[in-house]
């Protein structure tokens, strides 16, 4: 695909295919420490098929190029298969889930912006509300930043996950597998 | 058929045609040595678990079949880290088995529990921890499989005590069904045919070109390959340590050793090269120097069964992921067919050039006058031409192995065993005992420092019980020489914590104590009697003291993180025809 009319990404999005056992995690996270590779996001969980998991790494691209990435990673034996996802060429999708503090006053435009962002209203206090949005990556940080102004509690975020788009052929499984 | 783990793991060692192993028992392996004395396996009984791993590297080494160490949980499996690296680093084939604490006691900091799965992660091809008797053939196959396919390497296998006491119903698994187990692992030996074509084209159009053979040639079995290319091709070849051997040195076209003490013939004629066709070598920073610098002019063709290789220091013109002997043998039957209707690029300016070189720039150094103190060098010629050629040369890590590989002719493949990747200091002892169980009809030296032999020597009461009769060749310079020699060079001649000490040990003694004879030389005339002794002697192991001039250095060296262009060549020789 070509690289020259878009913006070189700046990070990269591996999704390995893995046999579901115990380790496996541990294999890669310590492949990556060893390696110098530096992890935005991690998921991971089981598929369709109950012997494979598909874990879905952001990888900063300043840290590593992406082709040591994959041909490390097809070094463990229990990687199974490596795909490389452009962001450009990619549907991506986070969960996200807040506790933010809410006065009598501020309630209101809470709850709007929660509205406008599509986002669900999980679990309601007196001071506090919690609320769930998922989407593309960058609204969820966009919304994260307009909530900052409100006071968040805690948050948390699941990582990533990805998938290529069906009307592009993004899907570049790296060919042969590693010894 | 019921069997108890412990029988049915040693089942699948015989299976898998294991002849010895080396080990040394303790509490959770223990069932395990039960069935083991009903089993024509030889079991080795070491001094230290890393004498074990060792020994199994150096049995691989010579037997290019996979060395099996046996040891037991904790401290044992934490003795075994060091050869598990060093066979990583150096593609060496291994299975290892450590024992582990029983299943219901993992994660209690029981005794002698260590996570040893965990510790071992980034220093094996793969690690399994056995939680069941019924898989114990299943991961059995799967490591030897492993260990000795693809780019080889050591495999670790940690079983519970329970897991050797509980039955299990006996099967041992099809080649199909063992490869369903490990359905990420195909290693991929065949070369593409398209960039077989490209390499054979670009080899045929180079004027100067280089073939840079490394370990992964003798790991492929690909020496008489390599020949009939170079030798098609008439191109010169160089060996990387790890190489040694692979392409015989008194061959025409032999360059010897490139990199940071390799000879400035072969360092040279790579940094001058329009092509470079390495072959199962990975462009080591020992060979590169500062990466930027090295091999400027040079288009890279990379053969290597490692596909994370490709690209990971230079990036190569013509990658090419495959098993070395397979694809060697595809570029030679294309070059055959492409020389039907062409003709070859004129190399015969490069081979003036590199024979003005080689004339210029031999290995060299200075007799020592009478009175004065033994060359380490001369300790090597006098070996080298005392000694069979197909004799085994073990060494360890330093200036003696530096030497070694410099000042011995390596005419035969599997004839070098040395620590490269990871530079083990201690090495040679243990792997020497395991070269010469796999080769006992072969003479076995190990050329050895003062400070490596004192780091494994007791395993010569190994080798002195179970009739093992290495030979071992100190050259003891009373100090640690390399590290002697960089203090020397680079921190202003400030020797710190590097004097090692003449007296103690007395290295006779010690070495009678264990059952080996002694022998303690001191000068040039004492050298050639004490050798000849030596190789006489067959029914114990052998130890020669050669007192050495400890202000010898190595030469040529690349200071580390230089370009291989500002090579220091040995006093009094002039480096201006390099430049040439």
Redesign the interface.
């Known amino acids: 695909m070509s690289m020259t009319s878009e913006q070189q990404p700046s990070h990269h999005i591996v999704s390995a295919l893995v046999e579901n056992k115990f380790g496996v995690l541990a294999r890669i996270s310590s492949l990556f420490a060893r390696r110098g590779f530096n992890i935005i996001s991690l998921a991971v969980a089981p598929t369709d098929d109950a012997n494979l998991s598909r874990i879905t790494i952001v990888v900063d691209a300043d840290s590593a190029p992406l082709e040591q990435v994959t041909k490390q990673l097809y070094k463990l034996i229990n990687v199974v298969k490596v795909t490389e996802l452009d962001p450009r060429t990619s549907v991506e999708r986070e969960l996200m889930i807040a506790t933010l503090r809410v006065a009598s006053h501020t309630r209101g435009e809470v709850l709007d912006l929660v509205s406008v962002f599509e986002g669900k209203i999980l679990n309601v206090g007196a001071e506090a509300i919690t609320v769930s949005l998922d989407g593309h990556p960058s609204k969820l940080d966009d919304f994260e930043e307009l909530l900052r102004g409100y006071g968040i509690v805690e948050l948390a975020r699941t990582g990533r996950v990805a998938l290529p788009k069906l009307d592009r052929t993004a899907l570049r499984a790296v060919k042969g597998k590693a010894s | 058929m019921k069997l108890t783990g412990a029988q049915a793991l040693i089942k699948c060692l015989e299976m898998e045609s294991v002849e010895v192993a080396f080990g040394l028992p303790g509490g959770c392996i223990l069932p395990l040595y039960d069935p083991l004395l009903d089993s024509p396996i030889r079991h080795i009984l070491v001094r230290h678990e890393q004498g074990a791993g060792h020994m199994a590297e150096g049995y691989a080494h010579v037997t290019g079949r996979p060395g099996v160490a046996i040891v037991t949980s904790g401290p044992a499996a934490t003795n075994l880290v060091t050869p598990l690296c060093d066979a990583y680093m150096d593609s060496i084939p291994m299975v290892a088995i450590t024992g582990q604490v029983p299943t219901t006691a993992i994660g209690t900091d029981a005794f002698q529990e260590c996570d040893t799965?965990?510790i071992t992660?980034?220093v094996t091809?793969?690690n399994e921890?056995v939680m069941d008797a019924q898989d114990l053939p299943r991961i059995v196959r799967e490591a030897f499989h492993?260990a000795t396919?693809?780019?080889p390497g050591p495999v670790l296998i940690d079983v519970p005590k329970d897991v050797l006491q509980n039955t299990m119903e006996w099967y041992w698994p099809s080649d199909s069904e063992m490869l369903e187990g490990?359905?990420?692992?195909?290693?991929?030996t065949k070369g593409h045919p398209r960039m077989i074509r490209e390499a054979a084209r670009m080899i045929l159009a180079a004027e100067r070109p280089v073939l840079y053979a490394g370990g992964g040639i003798l790991k492929a079995r690909a020496a008489e390959a390599l020949r009939e290319l170079a030798e098609l091709t008439n191109i010169h070849v160089v060996t990387t340590l790890m190489a040694r051997g692979a392409f015989p040195d008194s061959h025409r076209l032999a360059l010897g050793m490139p990199g940071m003490h390799g000879n400035a013939v072969a360092v040279t004629s790579m940094q001058k090269a329009d092509l470079l066709i390495a072959l199962g070598s990975r462009f080591d920073d020992r060979v590169t120097g500062k990466v930027s610098a090295f091999a400027p002019d040079a288009k890279i063709i990379h053969v290597d069964?490692?596909?994370?290789e490709?690209?990971?220091v230079r990036r190569p013109d013509v990658p090419i992921?495959g098993d070395c002997r397979q694809v060697i043998e595809e570029i030679v039957r294309e070059i055959r067919n492409l020389l039907a209707d062409m003709k070859p690029a004129d190399t015969s300016a490069w081979h003036q050039r590199i024979s003005g070189w080689q004339e210029l720039y031999p290995y060299t150094y200075e007799q020592s006058e009478p009175g004065e103190a033994l060359k380490p060098q001369y300790c090597l010629e006098t070996l080298r031409d005392s000694c069979p050629t197909d004799t085994i040369l073990v060494s360890g890590v330093g200036q003696h192995q530096m030497w070694a590989s410099q000042y011995w002719r390596f005419d035969n493949p599997y004839t070098w065993v040395n620590s490269g990747g990871l530079g083990t200091m201690g090495f040679a002892v243990p792997a020497a005992i395991g070269a010469k169980v796999g080769q006992p009809d072969k003479v076995v030296w190990a050329v050895d420092g003062d400070g490596c032999f004192q780091m494994t020597a007791q395993e010569l009461v190994t080798a002195s019980i179970e009739k093992i009769p290495v030979k071992i060749g100190i050259l003891n310079n009373s100090y640690l020489g390399m590290v002697r020699q960089w203090q020397e060079m680079f921190y202003d001649e400030r020797y710190s914590e590097v004097y090692l000490s003449p007296e103690v040990p007395d290295f006779v003694k010690w070495a009678e104590a264990m059952g080996c004879v002694g022998i303690r030389v001191d000068s040039p005339e004492e050298v050639q009697p004490a050798i000849d002794k030596a190789n006489e002697i067959d029914d114990r192991p052998v130890v020669v003291d050669f007192r050495t001039d400890s202000r010898e250095k190595v030469f040529p060296m690349v200071p580390a993180g230089m370009a291989n262009d500002a090579i220091v060549l040995s006093p009094g020789q002039d480096p201006s025809a390099l430049r040439k």
């Open positions: 799965v965990g992660r980034s091809k793969h921890l492993i396919t693809g780019r490990i359905p990420g692992y195909r290693p991929n069964i490692d596909p994370a490709q690209g990971k992921v």
